[in-house]
T-cell receptor, first 111, second 110 residues
Framework: NAGVMQNPRHLVRRRGQEARLRCSPMKGHSHVYWYRQLPEEGLKFMVYLQKENIIDESGMPKERFSAEFPKEGPSILRIQQVVRGDSAAYFC?????????FGQGTRLTVV | GQQLNQSPQSMFIQEGEDVSMNCTSSSIFNTWLWYKQDPGEGPVLLIALYKAGELTSNGRLTAQFGITRKDSFLNISASIPSDVGIYFCADFLYGNKLVFGAGTILRVKS
């Protein structure tokens, strides 16, 4: 997937803990999208970020979820006080103006 | 809601057959992107289209950007077992929000 790095690949959290998912975009890309995917389903848009700026967060739940893309370092998707329903695969995409490339995803399991 | 209508939802075809799937929208787009997602992996960009009428091939895959700029199709010729997966179309909406179709699940009978 052309250099988009996500970590960890797998993350197990107990209910009530925090989950932090990281995404390092391709070199030279300053835009990142986060998507959530349940098994056998499509990609649900969560948030679109530029460095130091949230452009569109219309897909983010109002509570417990937040995202950032600082000037230095990876983009972070943070889920506080996780619940079982947060279990899913989370993908980030790194974008130029005309193409988007995905990472391998983080599979979050809440036990 | 879903801005891109992708069909069919799933296909179950014989190895060696040709496959066709398409995406339509009520909006005009400047770009069509086609992705394939293997189980447990992230989507991989197959073909990107930028001009109305454009026809682009990538091996056994061919995709076209519709003349009206509201639709696109993806064809796979001579299917093989490794073509199994989910195929998504995607577009950039105004404001550069990348949206996806619901996906076409391809299953190949060997």
């Amino acid at each position: 997937n052309a250099g988009v790095m996500q970590n960890p690949r797998h993350l197990v959290r107990r209910r009530g803990q925090e989950a932090r998912l990281r995404c390092s975009p391709m070199k030279g890309h300053s835009h990142v999208y986060w998507y959530r995917q349940l098994p056998e389903e499509g990609l649900k848009f969560m948030v679109y970020l530029q460095k130091e700026n949230i452009i569109d967060e219309s897909g983010m739940p109002k509570e417990r979820f937040s995202a950032e893309f600082p000037k230095e370092g990876p983009s972070i998707l943070r889920i506080q006080q996780v619940v079982r329903g947060d279990s899913a695969a989370y993908f980030c995409a790194s974008c130029s103006k005309t193409e988007a490339f995905f990472g391998q995803g983080t599979r979050l399991t809440v036990v | 809601g879903q801005q891109l209508n992708q069909s069919p939802q799933s296909m179950f075809i014989q190895e060696g057959e040709d496959v066709s799937m398409n995406c339509t929208s009520s909006s005009i787009f400047n770009t069509w992107l086609w992705y394939k997602q293997d189980p447990g992996e992230g989507p991989v960009l197959l073909i990107a289209l930028y001009k109305a009428g454009e026809l682009t091939s990538n091996g056994r895959l061919t995709a076209q950007f519709g003349i009206t700029r509201k639709d696109s199709f993806l064809n796979i010729s001579a299917s093989i077992p490794s073509d199994v997966g989910i195929y998504f179309c995607a577009d950039f909406l105004y404001g550069n929000k990348l949206v996806f179709g619901a996906g076409t699940i391809l299953r190949v009978k060997s």
